[in-house]
């Protein structure tokens, strides 16, 4: 049995479908996704700003670092539960959408740049940063907001592309 097959079977089920078909549980779970992005996302620019000592200099690196991390993560639980609810609603058509594979790969990027930056993070906490951050801070803040604005940019796409599924 191919991938696809399973995903059919997966966005088959009685629950999928009926976010699927559903006149308002897709839309309002997109909405949610969307919702959860820009906060999730909008911390992370906050942060990633002040790391990179663009704006918010008279702000202490290390507490909005802190402060955001709540935020940050319940805006990711949003995305993570509602984009996940969404895709396997129509698994094999979002699998064989080439940006929605491209988001995956940012968003596995994001994790491992999340993973290799919080040592970073954790010296920040450390440090003095009432002025500009170290390079190394600015360079993990460059690199995160060149992977979420791929993410944003690929999500925004994959509805744009136009892809068959086969029907096993």
Same mark, same amino acid.
């Given at each position: 049995?191919?991938?696809?097959?399973?995903?059919?079977?997966?966005?088959?089920?009685?629950?999928?479908?009926?976010?699927?078909? &559903?006149?308002?549980?897709?839309?309002? @779970?997109?909405?949610?996704?969307?919702?959860?992005?820009?906060?999730?996302?909008?911390?992370? @620019?906050?942060?990633?700003?002040?790391?990179?000592?663009?704006?918010?200099?008279?702000?202490?690196?290390?507490?909005?670092?802190?402060?955001?991390?709540?935020?940050? $993560?319940?805006?990711?639980?949003?995305?993570?539960?509602?984009?996940?609810?969404?895709?396997?609603?129509?698994?094999?058509?979002?699998? &064989?959408?080439? /940006?929605?594979?491209?988001?995956?790969?940012?968003?596995?990027?994001?994790?491992?740049?999340?993973?290799?930056?919080?040592? $970073?993070?954790?010296?920040?906490?450390?440090?003095? $940063?009432?002025?500009?951050?170290? @390079? &190394?801070?600015?360079?993990?803040?460059?690199?995160?907001?060149? /992977?979420?604005?791929?993410?944003?940019?690929?999500?925004?796409?994959?509805?744009?592309?136009?892809?068959?599924?086969?029907?096993?």
């Amino acid at each position: 049995m191919s991938i696809v097959s399973y995903l059919l079977a997966i966005q088959n089920t009685s629950f999928f479908s009926v976010i699927r078909e &559903s006149a308002y549980a897709y839309p309002i @779970l997109l909405s949610f996704h969307l919702c959860g992005i820009a906060l999730s996302a909008g911390m992370v @620019l906050v942060t990633d700003l002040r790391l990179m000592g663009i704006s918010f200099g008279s702000y202490p690196a290390d507490e909005m670092v802190h402060q955001l991390r709540i935020p940050k $993560l319940f805006g990711l639980a949003v995305v993570l539960t509602c984009g996940l609810l969404i895709a396997l609603s129509n698994a094999a058509r979002y699998y &064989s959408n080439p /940006l929605f594979r491209i988001k995956m790969a940012l968003l596995a990027a994001l994790l491992v740049h999340a993973i290799g930056t919080r040592r $970073l993070y954790a010296d920040a906490r450390m440090s003095d $940063l009432r002025k500009l951050s170290p @390079l &190394s801070l600015r360079w993990a803040a460059i690199v995160s907001l060149i /992977l979420w604005t791929g993410v944003v940019i690929a999500g925004r796409g994959i509805g744009y592309v136009r892809v068959s599924v086969p029907q096993h």
